[in-house]
């Protein structure tokens, strides 16, 4: 079964880190881009972070340009987000999703997402 | 940034009605390789979105065909021919041609 699932997150500080993770299973990881999307509570979706099949490029959305930082790694199927200085409005669902070149860059797997909640 | 705006931002259909969301973005969708980076994605309460259409008017794998996309250009509608109870929750077009990525502010659909 074709499957990503999130961790790592949970309640941090203003001003912490923390990191995430995204498992990915049932396909062969290193053959795709990927995406973190995150969701505020009641909000809609917004895209943060892409990363090329092989690491080479990156994208970030100017929210977290310079705090966040995207990684994977091929040989354990895994992809992250590194979250520095984090402010309360970075509390959301972090979701990572596949993106599809074929389908138009269409993101085709979504994980169940994983919570962060930034507060003191 | 490209702006992707649908409209209505809620509606609420009767069981077997038909129901329509627009979406429209602040620049073509069409790229250099003629494809238009437009799909749209459904999201079911407490649920992480699920694919429903891509490249405008595709369906993705095990999307009924009750559900249909068209449009070109900056202009896309998602129809849902008959609704059925499954289908509640919020729905989004998102753009893929250009960096940041972005979503419509979404469209909840609601059982009248």
């Known amino acids: 079964e074709v499957q990503l699932v999130e961790s790592g997150g949970g309640l941090v500080q203003p001003g912490g880190s923390l990191r995430l993770s995204c498992a990915a299973s049932?396909?062969?990881?290193?053959?795709?881009?990927m995406n973190w999307v995150r969701q505020a509570p009641g909000k809609g979706l917004e895209w943060i972070s892409y990363?090329?099949?092989?690491?080479?490029?990156?994208y970030y959305a100017d929210s977290v340009k310079g705090r966040f930082t995207v990684s994977r790694d091929n040989a354990k199927n895994s992809l992250y987000l590194q979250m520095n200085s984090l402010r309360a409005d970075d509390t959301a669902v972090y979701y990572c999703?596949?993106?599809?070149?074929?389908?138009?860059?269409?993101?085709?797997?979504w994980g169940q997402g994983t919570l962060v909640t930034v507060s003191s | 940034d490209i702006v992707m705006t649908q409209t209505p931002l809620s509606t609420a259909v009767t069981l077997g009605q038909p129901a329509s969301i627009s979406c429209r973005s602040s620049q073509s969708l069409v790229h250099s390789d003629g494809g238009t980076y437009l799909s749209w994605l459904h999201q079911r309460p407490g649920q992480p979105p699920r694919l429903l259409i891509y490249k405008i008017s595709n369906r993705f794998s095990g999307v009924p065909d009750r559900f249909s996309g068209s449009g070109a250009g900056t202009d896309f509608t998602l129809k849902i021919s008959r609704v059925e109870a499954e289908d509640v929750g919020v729905f989004y077009c998102t753009q893929a041609i250009q960096y940041p990525y972005t979503f419509g502010q979404g469209t909840k659909l609601e059982i009248k």
């Open positions: 049932g396909f062969t990881f290193s053959d795709y881009e």
């Open positions: 999703a596949r993106e599809v070149v074929q389908l138009t860059d269409a993101f085709d797997i």
């Open positions: 990363i090329y099949s092989s690491g080479s490029a990156k």
